[in-house]
């Protein structure tokens, strides 16, 4: 089974989950009053990456199974997810390798400054979710009604239309890797499909009175640099936000083979593409 696809998902339940919290705390404390700036050199968007790994205890030592760079234009009221996949072949400290390594080998700080070096981009805020807290999570926000396209519902053999997960019905569903046409691709594209749709779902206002519920059982577990204030207004600012303005973008290249082992060659005009069209305020 390739547990990269279900626990990308994973991680990004967890860490939306935790920022609507924040949201929903605050409105009900009348204790902030959201604006539109963020302490970031760029005021209008706001970029970091999220990654998920199998909480040990150790910051080091473990690959990273899930990376994501999250864009958000606060103008706009947009979102880019980017996906990096785990196994894209990369520069790490002058060797080789992939990417998902850079954390095994100096934690989130050489991931950042790999994700920074590779895609030639001014990073620094992070996100680091474990994945043993998701099923109690969506259990608490009630769980989650997501829509299942004719294609997804074809290679799932499932009937295609809205269907409502538990936790570990979430879980099942996205663990699922067998039937696309494409093979990964086709599972990547689930993945960002499911994210776009989870975010709709968790900002809507009728889920907001269950969040502290959510946020208890998740709160002691996300590791990141982002303050309080930064994402209670990314939480604040995206309330209730719409399906079309969150962008699923994928980086192409192609499977490799070297010396036996399988990598995932980024093309270097995806890298460019991406560079100008989405991350141009962050390009060097």
Same mark, same amino acid.
């Given at each position: 089974?390739?547990?990269?696809?279900?626990?990308?998902?994973?991680?990004?339940?967890?860490?939306?989950? /935790?920022?609507?919290?924040?949201?929903?705390?605050?409105?009900?404390?009348?204790?902030?009053?959201?604006?539109?700036?963020?302490?970031?050199?760029?005021?209008?968007?706001?970029?970091?990456?999220?990654?998920?790994?199998?909480?040990?205890?150790?910051?080091?030592?473990?690959?990273?199974?899930?990376?994501?760079?999250?864009?958000?234009?606060?103008?706009?009221?947009?979102?880019?997810?980017?996906?990096?996949?785990?196994?894209?072949?990369?520069?790490?400290?002058?060797?080789?390798?992939?990417?998902?390594?850079?954390?095994?080998?100096?934690?989130?700080?050489?991931?950042?400054?790999?994700?920074?070096? /590779?895609?030639?981009? $001014?990073?620094?805020?992070?996100?680091?979710?474990?994945?043993?807290?998701?099923?109690?999570?969506?259990?608490?926000?009630?769980?989650? $009604?997501?829509?299942?396209?004719?294609?997804?519902?074809?290679?799932?053999?499932?009937?295609?239309?809205?269907?409502?997960?538990?936790?570990?019905?979430?879980?099942?569903?996205?663990?699922?890797?067998?039937?696309?046409?494409?093979?990964?691709?086709?599972?990547?594209?689930?993945?960002?499909? /499911?994210?776009?749709?989870?975010?709709?779902?968790?900002?809507?206002?009728?889920?907001?009175?269950?969040?502290?519920?959510?946020? =208890?059982? =998740?709160?002691?577990?996300?590791?990141?640099?982002?303050?309080?204030?930064? =994402?209670?207004?990314?939480?604040?600012?995206?309330?209730?936000?719409?399906?079309?303005?969150?962008?699923?973008?994928?980086?192409?290249?192609?499977?490799?083979?070297?010396?036996?082992?399988?990598? %995932?060659?980024?093309?270097?005009?995806?890298?460019?593409?991406?560079?100008?069209?989405?991350?141009?305020? /962050?390009? %060097?």
């Amino acid at each position: 089974m390739n547990t990269s696809f279900k626990r990308i998902l994973k991680m990004i339940l967890l860490f939306l989950m /935790f920022v609507v919290l924040f949201s929903s705390v605050i409105l009900l404390t009348n204790f902030f009053k959201p604006k539109n700036n963020i302490d970031q050199d760029n005021k209008n968007e706001f970029l970091f990456l999220m990654t998920g790994v199998d909480d040990n205890g150790e910051e080091f030592g473990t690959r990273t199974d899930t990376m994501m760079l999250v864009k958000a234009n606060l103008n706009e009221k947009k979102i880019d997810l980017i996906s990096i996949p785990r196994d894209s072949l990369v520069n790490i400290n002058g060797y080789m390798d992939k990417i998902n390594a850079a954390h095994s080998y100096g934690g989130i700080d050489l991931t950042i400054e790999t994700v920074r070096d /590779f895609l030639g981009i $001014d990073l620094t805020n992070y996100v680091v979710i474990p994945f043993d807290a998701v099923v109690d999570g969506i259990d608490a926000l009630g769980g989650i $009604d997501i829509d299942v396209s004719e294609d997804i519902a074809s290679a799932m053999d499932i009937t295609p239309g809205t269907h409502h997960f538990t936790g570990s019905e979430a879980l099942d569903y996205v663990r699922f890797r067998k039937g696309y046409a494409n093979a990964d691709l086709g599972r990547i594209a689930t993945q960002q499909d /499911f994210v776009m749709q989870f975010i709709h779902e968790a900002t809507r206002a009728k889920n907001i009175p269950k969040l502290p519920i959510v946020y =208890m059982s =998740m709160n002691d577990k996300i590791k990141t640099n982002m303050s309080f204030s930064q =994402m209670s207004k990314l939480a604040l600012a995206f309330r209730g936000i719409d399906k079309d303005n969150i962008n699923q973008v994928r980086l192409e290249g192609e499977v490799v083979d070297i010396d036996g082992i399988s990598y %995932y060659d980024i093309y270097d005009y995806s890298i460019e593409d991406v560079r100008n069209n989405f991350l141009s305020n /962050f390009s %060097y």
